[in-house]
Every structure is written in structure tokens, then in C-alpha cells.
């Protein structure tokens, strides 16, 4: 295994190829200190009946690209007569894409916040011209509007960062980009703690799957945990999409599993969305067919916005995002049916998720690295590649947990009727 893993081919390599807490001390790979177990919060209500979390992340698609024309977004779909400036005192209309297929746009720290435009969120046609103003509708993903039918749809949830894929691929599993706002970051490098440190200090089993042809943890840079050097040769990074099936069948899915997408299914611009659609669609189905279904929760959501247009501007935590709000999905049989949720969410929220169901501590009480105080202001901080770090943000009260989007008084036997896919 590590010869594969001597030579780091980044997706974007991949894709132009195809032309397209104070005096608290934790030590990486002893485990978390006694006092820090002590600080694990204990829940009044019930254990919920999810013993396997599962969780999905593609690539590169704000919420008003994917979901901004469903007709169920209401308040969170793309506003009538929305437009934005021209740049030349006219203003432009997003359009529908008429292809599967959508330009590769600039999407660094700096283009994004162009964009964003201190929160006035007019920079998109300015910046990135026509590409960035495209958007897909029911015709182009009918199986992902039919997970928001039959499941839940969040319609306030941001990625991290106002920056690229990798930070906010670092912060899904860390809850911060530890100041990193650049995907120039080497494999093996960072040394703060994971939601997998967290894991294994309590026993709680993981494993990575590697979807497609499962280079996203090998060549790739879709697993974030590669970066971290308690775990980036760790063999658990390395599972293929077989074995994903292979332990659906056997009901040996662990309690938390990630699912890592590779270059040609990531829906990275430019790679056809329908082949990340239709990958997503055989993971899901066959979670639905598995006896596990019934004890399961899957979270499918994307890194970032990718440079494309979204109407709502993030709210501002610390000097580095939130970023745009990307589309999420929460699909379990005990997932609110139908619902398109309001509660402000972002990639810490599935850490908090599994932190609660697991009577987990939080990321921000085991982590003492990094300034409570890291201030909103100074954003250019962090333009030349790092800044200082801010806490974790699984400890923020106002970031939802997702029980809301749960009901667990519904029948945890539905089998939704989903569009069937022919190839």
C-alpha cells in the first residue's frame, strides 16, 4: 500500500487530464486524556435508533445550482426576478444549464470572496462571468429531488469556508480548516484532532470507502484525513466500494462510514453530474435494501459552492466563513419526509451529529490548539495561504445537530419510491 501512496495526483490533475482548550493536553495517537472523556455531554433524551452513520460528500455546487429551482424550496429556492450587476450598470438573470457538463470556474479564497463581496453576494457574473449563473433543475437530477421529496432537504446549510475544496474538506472532519485556506497542503502534515481521534479513544468503529474506481484516498485528495499524519496510511482509508456492499450484505457496516468520491463521479466541474448522481443512487439503494436501513442515517452533501451563484449571504462566525450554502441531504427512514429544513447548519453539524449519538465530546473541548477569539475581521489574514487557526465549531450552540430534520415516531420500514436508474 505505501508505494501507491509515494506520488499525490490531485483531482484537479486528474481533471485536466480528461480536458476538463486551554491547559488541556492531548498528545495524536495516545488518545484523549481521562478529563476530557469526563467533559462528554450526556443527552435527556433517549438514544435515537441509529446504530450507522453514513457520510457522503461531493463536489463543487452551491445549493441555488442544484436546488434553487426544486419546487419545494420555497424561501430557499432562487427568488423570482432574481438578478445580479453586470458590472456595467446592467444586470443578468441566472439561466438553466444546457448540458450535464459545467465549466470548471475559479473558486479560490480570493475569487470566492469577490463573490461573496463583504456579504453583498454580487460578484458572481463580475468575477466569473456567465459559467458561474448556470443552474440544474428536475430534468437533470431527478434522483436527487427525489431524495429531497421522500427525506429532508436543509436549506440553510454552509459549507466552512469562503475558500476551495480542501479546507473545507479538512473542516467535515475536524470542525476547522486550522487556518489553511489553500489546497496546497502536503499529505501527512497536520496534527490536530479528528472526529476519528474522537472515534477510536471510544471505540466507536469507522471505515472510508472509496466509490468508483476508489482512487479519492490514494491519488486523490478527497479524504481529508490523508492530510493527518496519525492517519494517512492507516488501512481504514482504503476500503473499496465493494466492500461497502460486501458489508451491507454481511451487517458488518461500521457505526460510522465515509464514503469518498473520486474524480470522475465528484460532480467537479467538469465532470458530468450524472455519473456522480447515478454512483450516489447505487450507494444509496443498496443501503435501502439492506437490513441495516431500518438503523441507518446518510448525510450527502458537497464541500463547497465551486465558484457558482447562491442568493444567501453566510453567516460570518470567525474570519473564515461560514461559506456558501451547498446542498444536504439527510436520508434515513427516520428522516422528516417532505421537509425542507430552516436550521442553520454547516459541516461541523454532522461532527455535532455524531457526537451526540455516540455521547462523544466535542472537537472545541479536545482541541486546545487553536484561539477561542479568532476574530471576524482580517480576512486577508489568511490570504497567502494560512492564517490563525480557529476552534473547532462543533461547539457552537447555534449550529443545529440535525435531530430536528429526525422524526423517530415514524415507521423506520419505509422503502420510498425512488426513480430507477437504467445504466
Known amino acids: 500500500m505505501r508505494k501507491w501512496l509515494k506520488t499525490h495526483y490531485t483531482r484537479r490533475a486528474l481533471l485536466k487530464h480528461l480536458g476538463i482548550a486551554a491547559g488541556m493536553s492531548v498528545t495524536i495517537g495516545t488518545g484523549l486524556t481521562a478529563a476530557t472523556k ?8 433517549a438514544t435515537p435508533p441509529i446504530d450507522h452513520i453514513l457520510i457522503a460528500c461531493q463536489e463543487n455546487r452551491t445549493f441555488d445550482a442544484y436546488f434553487g429551482a426544486y419546487p419545494g424550496a420555497g424561501q430557499f429556492g432562487i427568488p423570482v426576478d432574481y438578478t445580479l450587476p453586470d458590472g456595467n450598470g446592467g444586470s443578468v438573470q441566472p439561466y438553466h444549464f444546457p448540458f450535464s457538463m459545467s465549466p470548471n470556474i475559479p473558486h479560490s479564497w480570493q475569487d470566492i470572496h469577490k463573490e461573496w463581496n463583504g456579504g453583498s453576494m454580487d460578484g458572481f457574473y463580475t468575477n466569473d462571468g456567465w459559467h458561474a449563473l448556470g443552474y440544474y433543475a428536475s430534468s437533470d437530477l431527478p434522483y436527487y429531488y427525489a431524495l429531497a421529496d421522500h427525506f429532508t432537504l436543509c436549506g440553510n446549510y454552509f459549507c466552512s469556508l469562503l475558500g476551495p475544496s480542501t479546507p473545507n474538506r479538512i473542516a467535515l472532519w475536524s470542525g476547522t480548516s486550522g487556518g489553511k ?8 502534515s ?19 470507502y472509496n466509490l468508483g474506481v476508489g482512487t479519492g484516498s490514494l491519488f486523490e485528495d478527497f479524504n481529508a484525513l490523508v492530510y493527518f499524519k496519525n492517519w494517512y496510511r492507516d488501512r481504514r482509508l482504503f476500503y473499496s466500494e465493494q466492500d461497502y456492499y460486501t458489508d451491507l450484505h454481511t451487517g458488518q457496516l461500521p457505526q460510522v462510514a465515509f464514503l469518498i468520491t473520486e474524480s470522475l463521479i465528484s460532480e467537479h466541474p467538469p465532470a458530468d453530474i450524472q455519473l456522480g448522481q447515478h454512483t450516489i443512487a447505487r450507494v444509496i439503494s443498496a443501503l435501502i435494501q439492506s437490513r441495516l436501513w431500518s438503523r441507518s442515517a446518510l448525510f450527502l452533501t458537497y464541500d463547497e459552492g465551486g465558484g457558482y451563484f447562491d442568493h444567501v449571504p453566510p453567516p460570518q462566525l470567525d474570519a473564515y466563513g461560514l461559506g456558501f450554502r451547498v446542498p444536504t441531504l439527510v436520508v434515513s427512514p ?10 442553520l447548519y454547516e459541516h461541523s453539524s454532522i461532527l455535532k451529529f455524531i457526537e451526540r449519538r455516540f455521547n462523544l465530546p466535542s472537537l472545541a473541548q479536545v482541541n486546545p490548539q487553536f484561539d477561542m477569539a479568532t476574530p471576524v475581521e482580517g480576512n486577508e489574514a489568511a490570504w497567502n495561504g494560512v492564517g490563525p487557526a480557529a476552534s473547532p465549531r462543533d461547539g457552537l450552540a447555534q449550529l443545529g445537530d440535525f435531530y430536528e430534520a429526525f422524526d423517530f415516531t415514524q415507521d423506520p420500514n419505509y422503502i420510498p419510491s425512488l426513480p430507477v436508474w437504467w445504466w
Open 181 to 188: 485556506t489553500t489546497n496546497a497542503i502536503e499529505r501527512g
Open 334 to 343: 427516520w428522516a422528516r419526509r417532505g421537509y425542507v429544513s430552516g436550521q
Open 190 to 208: 497536520l496534527d490536530w484532532p479528528t472526529i476519528v481521534d474522537v472515534l477510536d479513544d471510544y471505540g466507536i468503529s469507522w471505515k472510508c
Open 38 to 45: 469526563a467533559m462528554a455531554s450526556l443527552w435527556d433524551d
